[in-house]
């Protein structure tokens, strides 16, 4: 006698029931029928329901409200939208820039479009959102695994733009601050402090966007006499896309540079992290802004004084996808899998960016 395997009752089901949402049986919204009602109808056990109901909430068709039951997400990419946008960020992130955000949402208000913000510590709290047949999306602060929304990745093509850093999918519009002007005001502002050899911490080289970012800084590097092997030996990386962020690690990889390659640079470009990386200079005896120069990309979790700050214009972002949104809502055209690049502010320093803050509230 042949057995029909788990595995291929699962896949089945998972089909079938696919099929179903596809077709409209269930539109977007809608409660998913229950297990228990699943099993009597496909005489199927609990086992195979429940890991073809769960694989179908992996792939974004479905949302699990914990306690009440699945509901649909599913959005084919035809659906027409209205002039509705999601603001989606983390709690931590909305935090530091407060002030943008409500510039953003006034912006938008001002030309018609109804704005919902949405703050969480977890995308994938806002699965329906992100799915919503007629809104559009703004993501700032998360990194998004796609393939938890395979099923509607049609739907997200047209919808959805990142903000801040590359989207991760090809298919998704990326607004970006320009890594070449970044790198540029940041080496023509140590060389106004007659500061030439300086070194770059990235926080993942591997990342594209990071590749940017040392690829211009190699080129101006260069430019300003400085040798390959100094560059090779002046790049630092913080590894956070495979190790923690503990301040215990990066403190002690901030000691440990200090004594070797960072010995003998003028300033130092950083990712982030400038408590942990002043505090480690304190150790080490070493003077900022005297002996070492900083400038951090972008805002900081805790501005520090004597340290400068390269305004990554987070105002322009949002005034571009502003722009990018009005003009796929009036044409519903889009151009897929493509980069903006924002300029950057300049540089400030602590107390101007407390006092810019003080004014923006």
Same mark, same amino acid.
């Given at each position: 006698? %042949?057995?029909? +395997?788990?595995? !291929?009752?699962?896949? *089945?089901?998972? &089909?079938?029931?696919?099929?179903?949402?596809?077709?409209? $049986?269930?539109?977007?919204?809608?409660?998913?029928?229950?297990?228990?009602?699943?099993?009597?109808?496909?005489?199927?056990?609990?086992?195979?329901?429940?890991?073809?109901?769960?694989?179908?909430?992996?792939?974004?068709?479905?949302?699990?409200?914990?306690?009440?039951?699945?509901?649909?997400?599913?959005?084919?990419?035809?659906?027409?939208?209205?002039?509705?946008? %999601?603001?989606? +960020?983390?709690? !931590?992130?909305?935090? *530091?820039?407060? &002030?943008?955000?409500?510039?953003?949402?006034?912006?938008? $208000?001002?030309?018609?479009?109804?704005?919902?913000?949405?703050?969480?510590?977890?995308?994938?709290?806002?699965?329906?959102?992100?799915?919503?047949?007629?809104?559009?999306?703004?993501?700032?602060?998360?990194?998004?695994?796609?393939?938890?929304?395979?099923?509607?990745?049609?739907?997200?093509?047209?919808?959805?733009?990142?903000?801040?850093?590359?989207?991760?999918?090809?298919?998704?519009?990326?607004?970006?601050?320009?890594?070449?002007?970044?790198?540029?005001?940041?080496?023509?502002?140590?060389?106004?402090?007659?500061?030439?050899?300086?070194?770059?911490?990235?926080?993942?080289?591997?990342?594209?966007?990071?590749?940017?970012?040392?690829?211009?800084?190699?080129?101006?590097?260069?430019?300003?006499?400085?040798?390959?092997?100094?560059?090779?030996?002046?790049?630092?990386?913080?590894?956070?896309?495979?190790?923690?962020?503990?301040?215990?690690?990066?403190?002690?990889?901030?000691?440990?540079?200090?004594?070797?390659?960072?010995?003998?640079?003028?300033?130092?470009?950083?990712?982030?992290?400038?408590?942990?990386?002043?505090?480690?200079?304190?150790?080490?005896?070493?003077?900022?802004?005297?002996?070492?120069?900083?400038?951090?990309?972008?805002?900081?979790?805790?501005?520090?004084?004597?340290?400068?700050?390269?305004?990554?214009?987070?105002?322009?972002?949002?005034?571009?996808?502003?722009?990018?949104?009005?003009?796929?809502?009036?044409?519903?055209?889009?151009?897929?899998?493509?980069?903006?690049?924002?300029?950057?502010?300049?540089?400030?320093?602590?107390?101007?960016?407390?006092?810019?803050?003080?004014?923006?509230?």
């Amino acid at each position: 006698m %042949n057995r029909v +395997s788990k595995n !291929v009752k699962r896949s *089945k089901l998972k &089909s079938a029931l696919e099929k179903r949402i596809r077709n409209g $049986e269930y539109p977007f919204g809608s409660r998913f029928p229950g297990l228990k009602d699943l099993i009597r109808e496909y005489d199927a056990s609990y086992v195979t329901v429940n890991k073809a109901v769960k694989l179908l909430a992996d792939e974004g068709y479905l949302r699990c409200r914990p306690g009440i039951g699945y509901f649909v997400c599913y959005t084919g990419p035809d659906t027409a939208a209205r002039r509705k946008v %999601n603001l989606i +960020s983390s709690m !931590v992130y909305y935090g *530091k820039h407060r &002030s943008i955000f409500r510039c953003a949402q006034k912006l938008f $208000e001002d030309h018609g479009w109804e704005v919902k913000l949405l703050l969480g510590r977890d995308l994938y709290e806002f699965t329906e959102q992100l799915s919503a047949p007629d809104a559009y999306s703004v993501i700032t602060a998360f990194n998004v695994n796609w393939e938890r929304f395979s099923a509607t990745i049609g739907h997200m093509v047209h919808r959805t733009l990142v903000l801040g850093h590359l989207s991760g999918n090809p298919d998704i519009t990326s607004i970006i601050c320009d890594e070449y002007e970044s790198i540029r005001q940041c080496m023509d502002h140590f060389t106004a402090l007659d500061k030439k050899k300086i070194a770059l911490i990235c926080s993942n080289p591997q990342s594209e966007l990071e590749s940017l970012r040392i690829a211009a800084w190699r080129s101006l590097s260069h430019g300003a006499g400085l040798s390959q092997e100094w560059t090779m030996d002046h790049l630092f990386s913080l590894d956070l896309g495979h190790q923690s962020d503990s301040g215990q690690r990066l403190s002690g990889l901030f000691r440990k540079w200090f004594r070797a390659g960072l010995k003998d640079a003028d300033g130092v470009i950083l990712p982030g992290f400038s408590s942990l990386f002043l505090s480690s200079c304190r150790e080490e005896k070493i003077s900022v802004p005297e002996d070492l120069a900083v400038t951090v990309i972008g805002s900081d979790d805790k501005p520090q004084q004597n340290v400068f700050f390269l305004d990554n214009n987070l105002a322009g972002h949002f005034q571009y996808a502003f722009e990018l949104l009005e003009k796929r809502f009036k044409s519903n055209r889009i151009e897929p899998g493509s980069w903006h690049f924002c300029n950057p502010l300049g540089i400030r320093m602590f107390a101007q960016t407390t006092a810019r803050r003080k004014a923006e509230k």
